[in-house]
Structures are given as C-alpha cells and as structure tokens.
C-alpha cells in the first residue's frame, strides 16, 4: 500500500483527492491520496516524517515556485518552466521534481485548435502561468502576460482596452480569482470587446464555470474550465510516479 497527496493552502477546493482516491477504488489498489494543507512550504519536511510511506505528492497554489529550493533534483523540463507541481519520493528518500501542468494544459488545448490568431493574453504570474507560458511559446504564440503590477515583461490590467482584447484570441486565466468559496471573484478585463473568435480558459475548475468563464460566454466566446487539464496532469503525474 502505497501514499500520495497534495500540498497547498487553503485546498479544499482541490479535487485531486477524489480523482485519485476514486482511480484506486476503480482500479482495486489499496493505495491512498490526501491533502497535507500546510501555512508554509517548509512544513513539507513535518509531512513526510509522519508519513514514511509516501511515494509522490501533488503540488498546487502557492508553492509551486518556492518547493523547488527543498527538493533533492529537478527534471530538465520544470528547470526549464521555473515551477513544480509534481513530486516523486524514491526508494531512498530523495525528491525528485517535475511539472506536468504544462503536458495537461498542452493537451486540454489541443480540443480548442485553431485560434483565430496564435496570439494570447496570459492572466497572472505565478507557478501556473509558467507552464502555461512554456507551452505556448513552445506553440509559437505571440504572448502578454498580465499583472496587477507593471514589470519589464507584464502589463496591467488597466492597460487592457479593445485593441489588445480584439488581437488576442485566446485568453487564459491562471490566477485563483473566482475558486470556491470565492465564486464571485473574476479577472478584471473588459469583457466587452470578448467576440465568437476568443476562448477564454480558466485553469479554475471548482466551479466547473467561473465568474470569468460566464463572463466571457455572455459575449460569445467559447470557453473551458480546467479540469480536462487537471485530469491529464493528474495521469501524467501518476506515470511519473510508478516508473
């Protein structure tokens, strides 16, 4: 019998207890998958000390930056994406680092090809929207990263009007505004100028449609939440761990 689970804060929104939890139930495995919700990312030591058999860990908001200082090895790729959410503890004890958000955003987009134009608008710059990042440049998008503080490479959300949304087909959020229990929350963009050519794609997934994704349904858009991203991730991560 093996352990697995998830570290975050504030993650009872989380439905990767239940995913995993309800694949070992399908799959007649006695393995077992909870959430460590943990004030600051340095508890994963105490984690881990109470609980000797566990053989990988999801992470989510708002470690996926900081958890790489505590791991033994980081694959190439997360290296590369500057975050991970996705870590395998070996025979002897060592952490090892991945990202697979990248492999399940890149596959939930997939359903969505074309875009009107390879040009996106990225909501956000925490670990998520590294990964997010990742893929599309690797898809040749032309990006704009949004944050609510100006720096050399993002914009703020004030400085979105019609002629950045209506060059931007593709809009993803990858902030944690509108995540139960904070449902009314949204990115504050002008959803006005949002056409029938946008999709709007929130890597949120509880509610199964946000304030954000609404929003942008209203004027036409098409939409996603990220579940079908999460599920992908989530079989990506289970590879990583078993091999």
């Known amino acids: 019998m093996a352990k697995y689970g998830l570290i975050g804060h504030k993650i009872g929104y989380s439905f990767s207890k239940a995913f995993f939890n309800f694949k070992f139930e399908n799959e007649n495995r006695n393995d077992s998958y909870e959430n460590f919700d943990i004030p600051v990312v340095s508890e994963l030591s105490k984690i881990l000390k109470k609980n000797p058999d566990l053989e990988g860990l999801n992470v989510t908001i708002p470690y996926k930056e900081s958890v790489i200082q505590l791991l033994d090895e980081v694959d190439k790729e997360a290296r590369k994406i500057g975050a991970v959410n996705t870590i395998k503890i070996n025979e002897t004890g060592k952490l090892i680092g991945y990202n697979t958000d990248h492999y399940g955003f890149a596959k939930a987009l997939m359903e969505f090809l074309p875009i009107k134009e390879k040009k996106a608008l ?7 929207s590294k990964a997010i990042m990742y893929v599309l440049e690797t898809m040749s998008f032309e990006i704009t990263q949004i944050s609510r503080t100006k720096t050399e490479n993002t914009i703020t959300y004030t400085d979105l009007n019609r002629e950045l949304i209506s060059q931007n087909y593709l809009i993803i959020n990858c902030t944690p505004l509108g995540t139960f229990p904070n449902i009314h929350e949204f990115p504050d963009i002008p959803y006005q100028y949002l056409t029938k050519d946008h999709l709007a794609f929130d890597l949120t997934y509880n509610p199964l449609e946000t304030k954000f994704m609404k ?29």
Request: proline share 0%; net charge positive.
């Open 215 to 243: 929003l942008s349904k209203d004027r036409g858009a098409r939409i996603s939440n990220g579940l079908k991203m999460l599920e992908y991730q989530a079989k990506k991560a289970w590879s990583i761990w078993i091999s």
């Open 122 to 128: 990225v909501l956000g710059t925490g670990g998520a």
